[in-house]
C-alpha cells in the first residue's frame, strides 16, 4: 500500500527528493487542500517558513480543479486539471516545499459511496507521512468542496495511529467564529514568497484577484486580531485549533461548532431570553 500511494499520487517539487526520505520526518507538516491553490492561500506563509526550519512540507490535493472558471470556454476539463497541477507544483517549489499528493477526484465524487475510496487513500498518506501537523479547511467554510473535505479528512485522521497530529484550521470562504482557541503565526518575514506562490496560479488569478485579496485578509488579521494591544506583527495566518476533534472520536463537527458558537454567546452575557 505504502508504495502504491507514493507511486501513484505523490509528485516530489525539489530535484532529488525521494519518498524514502520523506516518510516518517520528524516535525513534518502536511497541508490538505480541496483544491489546487487553497493550500498556499489557507498556510502559504506558514509551509514557507516549515521549509526554512528545515521541516519537510507537503500538501495533499484532493479535487483536481477541473471545473474551475476559465477565460478561455475552449478548454476542456483535463486541460484545466492538467495546468492546475503545473500551477500547484509551481506554487510549491517556489515555497520550497517536499512535495504534493494529487487525488485527482472530482467534487462530486466527495459525496456517498465515492469518498470511501477518497477518505482510504487520505488515511494511507497520513499514516505514511505521519506529520507534527496538519492544515485543513476550518469548519465554517461557505464552499460545499471545503466542507466535505473537512469532514472525510478528520474521519481519515481518526484511524491513523499511534500518535495524533496537532490539527488546524485555514478559513478562505468563510470567517472564524465562536471562542476556540486560535493559533496566530507571524508570516510577515514570508509574505512575499506566499504571494509569489499566489501568483504561480495564473489560472485562477485571470478572474480573481487573490493575490489582492490574501494580502489584504493577512494585513487585516494582523492588525485587528487583539483589540488591546500593539500589532507586533504585519501579516498572519489564523488557524483554528481542531485537536478536540481527533480528541474526542464522538464529537461530530456539528458539536465542536454548536459549542464554539454556544460558548461566544455565553460571553456576551446572553441567554436568549433577553427583552427587545
Not at 489557507?42 to 479535487?63: N, S
Not at 500518535?163 to 512575499?192: A, C, E, M, Q, T
Not at 485562477?204 to 494585513?219: E, F, P
Amino acid at each position: 500500500m505504502r508504495d502504491i500511494l507514493w507511486k501513484k499520487y505523490f509528485l516530489p517539487a525539489q530535484k532529488g527528493v525521494s519518498p524514502e526520505e520523506c516518510r516518517g520526518k520528524q516535525g513534518s507538516i502536511l497541508v490538505i487542500a480541496p483544491h489546487p491553490d487553497d493550500d498556499v492561500l489557507g498556510a502559504g506563509g506558514t509551509m514557507a517558513a516549515a521549509v526554512q526550519q528545515g521541516r519537510a512540507v507537503f500538501a495533499v490535493y484532493i479535487t483536481d480543479g477541473r471545473g474551475s472558471l476559465r477565460m478561455n470556454p475552449a478548454i476542456s476539463g483535463e486541460e484545466m486539471a492538467a495546468l492546475r497541477k503545473k500551477e500547484a507544483m509551481s506554487a510549491l517549489r517556489v515555497l520550497g516545499a517536499t512535495g504534493g499528493f494529487f487525488l485527482e477526484k472530482q467534487s462530486q465524487e466527495l459525496t456517498g459511496e465515492a469518498q470511501k475510496e477518497t477518505e482510504e487513500v487520505l488515511t494511507g498518506i497520513l499514516q505514511d507521512v505521519l506529520p507534527q501537523e496538519v492544515f485543513l479547511p476550518a469548519p465554517y467554510e461557505r464552499h460545499p468542496t471545503h466542507q466535505r473535505c473537512t469532514q472525510l479528512s478528520i474521519r481519515a485522521l481518526r484511524k491513523i495511529s499511534p500518535v495524533k497530529p496537532n490539527l488546524l484550521g485555514y478559513s478562505l470562504w468563510g470567517s472564524f467564529w465562536g471562542v476556540r482557541k486560535r493559533i496566530v503565526h507571524d508570516i510577515s518575514p514570508f509574505i512575499r514568497k506566499k504571494v509569489e506562490a499566489i501568483m504561480a496560479h495564473a489560472s485562477q488569478l485571470a478572474y480573481k484577484d487573490y493575490q489582492q485579496g490574501i494580502i489584504g485578509k493577512n494585513n487585516y488579521e494582523a492588525i485587528f486580531w487583539e483589540s488591546h494591544a500593539h500589532s507586533p506583527a504585519s501579516f498572519v495566518e489564523i488557524f483554528l485549533d481542531m485537536d478536540e476533534l481527533l480528541e474526542n472520536r464522538d464529537m461530530t463537527l456539528a458539536d465542536f461548532i454548536r459549542q464554539d458558537v454556544e460558548a461566544l454567546i455565553q460571553a456576551f452575557g446572553l441567554s436568549g431570553k433577553e427583552e427587545a
